[in-house]
């Protein structure tokens, strides 16, 4: 399938984007920048939007989610939007008994660690277009809106799907989704198949709706081994981006600690690689070979300290990721809540002036 003769990529309102250059690994596009979580707490509007209204509500009303993705668009003048969304909503729209709760994270309401458990997924159906109508439809709000600006898509990655699926919530270590892993192979197979499946129709309706590019995100992928990550969750990255790899759509692939996965996360069939704040982006860039884009990858907890510390920090961001064939600069993972959304903004000021 190709885009629709009205996505942003091919109408030409996108394709020359410093981002979408940067992500296709040329650097004659000007330097680009966002950041992971730029719509959120940090934001006094964001605040004002949401009062009132849950979190996976606010993901699933088309209208506000507009809002909120575009907000940090108009405040910082990043060169592109994070589609405002969260890892679960599309276990939300299948029928999955999750919830956020404030202070926690998602919840699920019964977890899923036995073969029975992965048969009443299945059983919960496909995530049909009729489910995905909300998230469709703020897409399409959202990209009229930004005009030149590309709209990044969001997803969460299979193992951190399933991960949040077994352990019934959030985790430090996700012994319970490893130990499944391992002493049930059939069953956790077949659980990140259907994760893969859900998370990639939930990210190729957004790049068919107009995104111009699409990020999947491991939050809890730095929890494995190399070998592990290979063996027994690539396959299912893998499976994810080939439900967008038909489209002409730079994706991305980001993951928190997973600076010795960084190649792995590339072969499943990412064109860039996110980074975060614990590898330098040369080091990251020779890991990769030095023929991959990266994104990247200023440490969040700087962003609270004194300008000249942050502003040598971004600029030594900037150099180190002049390694690697195409760079845009982005935060190491997302704003913090508690940061001042004007730094943000003197930071995308900085990194275009350079």
């Known amino acids: 399938m190709t885009l629709p003769q009205d996505h942003p990529l091919v109408r030409g309102r996108t394709a020359d984007s410093a981002l979408v250059r940067a992500y296709s690994g040329h650097r004659d596009g000007g330097r680009a920048i966002w950041f992971m979580r730029q719509a959120g707490r940090s934001l006094p509007e964001y605040r004002a939007a949401r009062a009132g209204t849950a979190m996976l509500d606010a993901c699933l009303d088309p209208g506000l989610a507009s809002e909120i993705t575009l907000q940090p668009v108009r405040r910082h003048g990043v060169d592109a939007g994070i589609f405002f969304s969260d890892i679960v909503v599309p276990l939300r729209l299948v029928g999955v008994d999750v919830e ?4 926690v994270g998602p919840v699920i309401g019964t977890p899923v660690r036995t073969a029975d458990d992965v048969a009443r997924l299945r059983d919960l159906g496909p995530l049909t277009a009729e489910r995905l109508a909300p998230v469709t439809e703020a897409v399409a709000l959202t990209v009229a809106a930004l005009g030149s600006t590309p709209l990044i898509g969001f997803a969460g990655a299979p193992f951190t799907l399933a991960a949040y699926l077994v352990e019934g ?13 391992h002493a049930q192979p059939e069953v956790w197979a077949d659980l990140l ?22 990020q999947l995100f491991d939050s809890w992928a730095g929890s494995l081994s190399l070998a592990d990550y290979e063996r027994s969750v690539a396959p299912a990255s893998a499976r994810a981006l080939g439900h967008v790899r038909d489209l002409d759509v730079r994706t991305v692939h980001f993951g928190t600690g997973t600076g010795e996965l960084l190649a792995a996360m ?18 990251a860039s020779r890991r990769l070979g030095g023929r991959t884009p990266v994104q990247g990858n200023i440490d969040p907890a700087l962003l609270a300290a004194p300008w000249p510390l942050l502003e040598a920090h971004v600029r030594d961001v900037v150099r180190r990721g002049e390694a690697a064939p195409g760079h845009v600069v982005n935060l190491g993972h997302g ?5 001042d959304p004007d730094v943000l903004t003197r930071v995308v000021a900085l990194v275009h002036g350079l």
């Open 100 to 103: 956020i709760e404030p202070g």
């Open 193 to 214: 198949t259907w994760a893969a499946d859900v998370t990639g129709t939930f990210l190729r309706a957004q790049v068919v709706a107009g995104t111009s590019a699409a």
């Open 266 to 283: 590339r072969d499943v069939g990412a064109d860039v690689v996110g980074v975060d704040h614990r590898i330098p982006l040369d080091e």
């Open 169 to 181: 919530g959030p985790s430090r270590d996700h012994l319970a989704a490893r130990t499944l892993m």
């Open 335 to 339: 704003v913090p809540p508690a940061t």
